[in-house]
């Protein structure tokens, strides 16, 4: 039954080449058009992702406020700071705690030969390089936990700090004057994108050890905690740790949201991720019509082939074919459209991907647009899509086809 289908099937397109043509062309830029839409709508999800994080690698960012709630019998208004000695009490006592580093920041002057530029600095602990996604380029490293405890004035820098200071000489190794005190730069930081900034791009970022920090300028109070979940699901919990200890230490009540603020990193991806499914499901949408589109095209032809072959199905039915035949012919030539045209469709596709992964995708409109992506799901969503629109633009006129009165037919026509 098959190869009679298919003998048909291939007779009818010879027989109505230009009618044929033009229908696969629309099946082929229906599904040209869902499958580049979806891709980049996958591509541009994975960039914002993937920027977000490189700000804050699933990180809660901990700042001490003022109260706004009398409590333990001290009055509202009262700043809330934290100390190098609130990490190692964190760390000691609350559990779900995966990495944690201090703060420290301001604004520095670094001045290398002739050129000088004012940039901002922090002062962090190793864990700093992970949370924040700071990591150094080939013949680099991050500061270390040798440089933390013995205060080693070193320096790591971000990739256009390094451009502006050094241009095209390879800056590790070199002796960098900070506020006219020398720091030797250990590391570069690669290029990244951000999606989110943390008082500007770590591209632009000078980072020395907290102790370092801490000698050199004389802070008694970080600027923030840096901190990174066992369980990124137990984000909640973890927080309602943190105000239910720090509350406990510095005398504010755990429900007073001016007195610690914590910007969860973690919460923004679930966001980021929201808002990412949306604009995958808007462009798919938008392509999945222009197929529909296409169907409807499919379908009009298919009607137009059972009322010219009235004579021939009728001729068919009298000499004993049943309904399901003819139902089946009809709906199997409208499935082999679709899926002809999508295959020429899915391989253009991937040309067109193909090509324009040759750009690079760290300058241009690609950087922040990224690359857009052929997923399996993507594929079989397609092909779904293509079954849909083929079963539907077939199944009515076959089911016209195989209604056909066989004695009426033979007088049409």
Not at 31 to 39: E, I, P
Not at 163 to 189: C, H, I, Q, R, Y
Not at 216 to 228: F, P
Request: aromatic residues 10%.
């Amino acid at each position: 039954m098959i190869l009679e289908l298919l003998k048909e099937f291939f007779h009818d397109l010879r027989t109505q080449r230009t009618r044929a043509f033009l229908t696969l062309l629309a099946v082929t830029w229906g599904t040209v058009s869902v499958m580049l839409l979806l891709a980049f709508g996958e591509g541009l999800g994975n960039r914002l992702t993937a920027g977000l994080l490189n700000a804050g690698n699933r990180i809660l960012i901990v700042y001490g406020g003022e109260t706004s709630i009398i409590h333990d019998g001290l009055p509202k208004g009262r700043r809330v700071r934290f100390t190098e000695e609130d990490i190692s009490l964190l760390r000691e006592s609350i559990p779900g705690i995966a990495m944690i580093s201090p703060q420290y920041r301001g604004n520095v002057s670094l001045t290398y030969g002739k050129k000088t530029t004012t940039t901002e600095c922090e002062g962090v602990n190793p864990d700093f390089e992970e949370m924040r996604r700071m990591f150094p380029a080939g013949g680099g490293r991050f500061i270390n936990e040798s440089d933390v405890l013995s205060q080693r004035r070193t320096l790591f820098i971000g990739i256009e700090l390094a451009e502006e200071l050094f241009g095209s000489e390879n800056p590790v190794g070199k002796v960098v004057m900070m506020d006219a005190v020398p720091f030797t730069v250990v590391g570069v930081m690669q290029k990244k994108i951000q999606t989110s900034m943390n008082n500007g791009p770590d591209t632009w970022r000078a980072i020395i050890p907290y102790t370092t920090f801490h000698t050199r300028y004389g802070n008694l109070y970080v600027n923030s905690i840096v901190i990174r979940p066992t369980d990124p699901s137990q984000q909640a919990r973890l927080k309602e740790n943190l105000s239910q200890f720090l509350g406990s230490k510095y005398h504010f009540a755990p429900e007073d949201e001016r007195a610690l603020f914590i910007w969860d990193f973690l919460e923004a991806e679930k966001i980021n991720n929201k808002v990412s499914m949306g604009i995958e499901i808007f462009l798919g949408s938008v392509g999945f019509l222009t197929l529909l589109i296409a169907g409807v095209g499919v379908a009009n032809v298919m009607f137009a082939v059972v009322k010219e072959r009235t004579r021939e199905i009728g001729i068919k039915m009298a000499i004993g074919a049943r309904k399901n035949y003819i139902l089946a012919q009809f709906i199997f030539e409208a499935l082999s459209i679709a899926f002809i045209g999508g295959t020429i469709g899915i391989m253009i596709t991937w040309a067109i991907v193909f090509i324009v992964h040759l750009f690079p995708a760290d300058s241009g409109p690609m950087q922040f647009l990224g690359r857009p992506v052929i997923s399996t799901s993507i594929m079989f969503l397609t092909v779904g899509i293509l079954a849909l629109v083929g079963l539907l633009a077939g199944f009515f006129p076959a089911r016209r086809a195989a209604n056909v009165d066989p004695v009426e037919s033979l007088r049409y026509e």
